[in-house]
């Protein structure tokens, strides 16, 4: 079948719709060798990060939305009482509630003044336990937290002066995510190897604290050996109905989806609305997510990949690849509307605006918009093909060759454009199955 777009690049008739942008670095790392261990911003101006590197923990702070940090404490563990010396997650109740948790064992720093000190919560027998520390940890409000491993739950009422443990039932096992319906009932994220013969690889799993009784609260993904392996690896409440879960899809040949999830109704039911292949390393996905409000938020890889949408996961918009940002354990945040990230050995960036960005066509299959030196394709083919693109001048000659992939939805690719004179251009966007042609009319 052949598609033909007549795309005319008028001032009068395009729309307006998101900025051109780049990540620029605001703090460079501390340390070549610096784990990033938690970035935060409170509102508009206010925001926080955590790094550690050898024995020390550092806690940053900025005042301006990102643009600049100063170091607020640091710590050496080299002298502590204990042989528990590498600090792994920070989490936040709020701007004087700060926890760390460990990758040793199940232990963890409270802090009720910023960060500024911390105390120790042993937790017993479970602490001199081998097997490393919480899968995740995360609090309701200042007193109501909990943590857990795969095969145990921390639970507290009173700020962690005491806690309860639950043994999670032998055919569960919790996946590190998991978010709180309200004080009483925890939603966990829960995976089944396929060797179980469940119907659902993926699920989420209910905890009532009051009854102590389990329950299967929604199912996500079947299990499909065929069409990949599903995990989630970051879920994001964004408000009373709307959340978003990112991971990844394991498929066949060791490709990797990077995949994100929605729910409208608190996680009864999902969604999913993006799927993308990467074809990076086994176990790659979607690290982490996060939202400014339902409609306007980030997903990226720990390659340096990054997804935003502005239509609550309609359509996204695949970022150049920035290899200066790429690194484990990233975290993205919101200061205002200003997008903040953080990965190990990279430091700290902020998401500037380059130029603006207009929509030249909307179709069925295929949508462009036009920045000042690049266009921006997406293509909806749920066959994950290559597509090829050459644009031509008005005497045959080839003056750019680029390769796309398709996806299932519509995932902005940026195509880097020569400096183009006035004139017509045409392009050929190919794959072995299908066929489109569009005219480019450039007026400076």
């Known amino acids: 079948m052949k598609w033909v777009l007549i795309i005319t690049l008028a001032a009068m008739s395009s729309i307006s719709l998101h900025a051109e942008k780049e990540w620029v670095n605001v703090y460079p790392p501390l340390d070549?060798?610096?784990?990033?261990?938690?970035?935060?911003?409170?509102?508009?101006?206010?925001?926080?990060?955590?790094?550690?590197?050898?024995?020390?923990?550092?806690?940053?702070?900025?005042?301006?939305?990102?643009?600049?940090?100063?170091?607020?404490?640091?710590?050496?563990?080299?002298?502590?009482?204990?042989?528990?010396?590498?600090?792994?997650?920070?989490?936040?109740?709020?701007?004087?509630?700060?926890?760390?948790?460990?990758?040793?064992?199940?232990?963890?720093?409270?802090?009720?003044?910023?960060?500024?000190?911390?105390?120790?919560?042993?937790?017993?027998?479970?602490?001199?336990?081998?097997?490393?520390?919480?899968?995740?940890?995360?609090?309701?409000?200042?007193?109501?937290?909990?943590?857990?491993?795969?095969?145990?739950?921390?639970?507290?009422?009173?700020?962690?002066?005491?806690?309860?443990?639950?043994?999670?039932?032998?055919?569960?096992?919790?996946?590190?995510?998991?978010?709180?319906?309200?004080s009483n009932n925890i939603i966990f994220s829960n995976y089944e190897e396929s060797n179980y013969n469940k119907e659902y690889t993926l699920r989420f799993l209910l905890y009532n604290i009051s009854s102590k009784e389990w329950s299967v609260y929604s199912n996500v993904e079947k299990n499909d050996p065929i069409n990949g392996d599903p995990r989630i690896w970051e879920i994001d409440v964004v408000n009373d109905s709307v959340i978003y879960a990112s991971g990844v899809i394991i498929i066949e040949n060791s490709w990797d989806a990077e995949v994100v999830w929605k729910s409208m109704d608190k996680g009864k039911s999902w969604k999913k609305v993006l799927s993308n292949i990467n074809g990076y390393a086994h176990y790659s996905g979607l690290d982490n997510i996060s939202f400014r409000n339902e409609n306007h938020g980030f997903a990226c890889t720990n390659s340096g990949v990054f997804y935003e949408t502005t239509d609550g996961g309609e359509t996204w918009y695949?970022?150049?690849?920035?290899?200066?940002?790429?690194?484990?354990?990233?975290?993205?945040?919101?200061?205002?509307?200003?997008?903040?990230?953080?990965?190990?050995?990279?430091?700290?960036?902020?998401?500037?605006?380059?130029?603006?960005?207009?929509?030249?066509?909307?179709?069925?299959?295929?949508?462009?918009?036009?920045?000042?030196?690049?266009?921006?394709?997406?293509?909806?083919?749920?066959?994950?093909?290559?597509?090829?693109?050459?644009?031509?001048?008005?005497?045959?000659?080839?003056?750019?060759?680029?390769?796309?992939?398709?996806?299932?939805?519509?995932?902005?690719?940026?195509?880097?454009?020569?400096?183009l004179i006035n004139g017509v251009y045409y392009y050929v966007l190919s794959s072995n199955k299908s066929v489109y042609n569009g005219k480019l009319i450039v007026i400076k």
């Open 32 to 182: 070549q060798f610096e784990n990033n261990m938690g970035l935060y911003c409170f509102d508009d101006l206010n925001c926080i990060a955590f790094s550690r590197f050898s024995q020390y923990r550092y806690i940053l702070k900025s005042n301006d939305g990102g643009k600049n940090w100063y170091i607020f404490s640091q710590v050496d563990f080299y002298y502590r009482d204990f042989p528990r010396i590498h600090p792994f997650r920070t989490f936040i109740s709020d701007s004087n509630h700060v926890y760390t948790t460990y990758s040793d064992d199940i232990t963890l720093d409270k802090s009720t003044d910023g960060g500024l000190s911390f105390t120790e919560v042993d937790f017993g027998e479970y602490t001199e336990k081998e097997g490393g520390g919480f899968s995740e940890f995360n609090m309701y409000n200042n007193n109501i937290g909990v943590g857990h491993t795969h095969k145990n739950i921390f639970i507290t009422n009173d700020n962690w002066q005491n806690y309860e443990v639950v043994d999670v039932p032998y055919d569960y096992f919790l996946e590190r995510p998991f978010y709180f319906l309200d």
């Open 318 to 419: 695949l970022h150049p690849y920035f290899p200066e940002v790429r690194g484990t354990l990233p975290s993205i945040v919101w200061a205002g509307d200003t997008p903040i990230y953080k990965a190990s050995q990279k430091g700290i960036f902020r998401l500037e605006t380059k130029s603006s960005v207009t929509e030249i066509s909307n179709s069925e299959n295929i949508k462009v918009n036009k920045s000042n030196n690049s266009l921006e394709i997406a293509i909806y083919d749920d066959s994950f093909a290559n597509y090829n693109f050459l644009l031509y001048n008005t005497s045959g000659q080839v003056v750019n060759t680029s390769t796309l992939e398709s996806s299932m939805g519509y995932i902005y690719q940026t195509i880097e454009l020569p400096d």
